[in-house]
């Protein structure tokens, strides 16, 4: 009954070092998302993945690769890491697409991924 | 920007007491959702009302919807120290946003 897992649960990068978000799901949901997570900011999306091979940016995707592997996997990739990228990734997965599905939009996330950059 | 706005940002009251959130929004939506998030944890799907509905019970969760002033309230009764977490609410219409959440703290 795993949900949607994410790794690492946490990492440190200096500025500059590169690294990949792993996400994979086991509820054969057709969409994926990220969200980054800052103080008082509630979620905001990065990118997201409508189904397997296709992506589009959400809200704030500047300094963000992702790549929809298959239908199970999404990963976030950070090609140069900024201290303005420190926060909280969330991977989420839902049925359907974020919008006008009713409940088969509801999202499930992951734990979660503590990142600092320094 | 946020789409869903809470209030108020943070709320604490005793076990048994009842907490009541509210969530502002600016477009129309097709529906709204509220979100559990426990400290350092990932966000928990708690209920979803659709635009044409008023009211909605799960357990002791009560959610309403007043389209025409673009809000909704989240109650919950009875409350225990379990219910200690920040709580979301997602609206989605043409794009599914977060807002900033209420953080409760239930005291036992």
């Known amino acids: 009954n795993a949900g949607v897992t994410q790794t690492p649960k946490f990492q440190v990068l200096k500025t500059g070092q590169s690294m990949t978000l792993q996400c994979a799901q086991d509820?054969?949901?057709?969409?994926m998302y990220w969200y980054r997570q800052d103080p008082g900011m509630g979620l905001r999306l990065i990118y997201y993945s409508a189904s397997e091979g296709t992506t589009d940016k959400g809200e704030v995707p500047n300094g963000y690769n992702v790549s929809r592997l298959n239908k199970r996997e999404f990963s976030l990739r950070l090609e140069s890491a900024a201290p303005s990228q420190t926060s909280v990734y969330f991977c989420?997965?839902?049925?359907?697409?974020?919008w006008g599905g009713g409940a088969k939009n509801i999202q499930y996330f992951g734990a979660g991924t503590r990142l600092s950059v320094l | 920007s946020q789409q869903g706005e809470e209030d108020p940002q943070a709320l604490s009251i005793q076990e048994g007491e009842n907490a009541t959130m509210n969530c502002s929004y600016k477009?129309?939506?097709?529906?709204l959702q509220w979100y559990r998030q426990n400290s350092g944890r990932g966000l928990v799907h708690l209920i979803l009302i659709r635009s044409n509905e008023r009211e909605k019970h799960s357990g002791r969760l009560r959610v309403t919807l007043d389209t025409s002033k673009k809000s909704s309230s989240l109650l919950i009764t009875a409350s225990r120290a379990a219910d200690t977490a920040s709580y979301f609410c997602a609206t989605d219409g043409n794009d599914m946003r977060f807002g900033a959440g209420t953080r409760l703290t239930v005291k036992p």
């Open positions: 989420a997965s839902s049925e359907a697409l974020r």
């Open positions: 477009t129309s939506i097709n529906n």
């Open positions: 509820m054969n949901h057709n969409s």
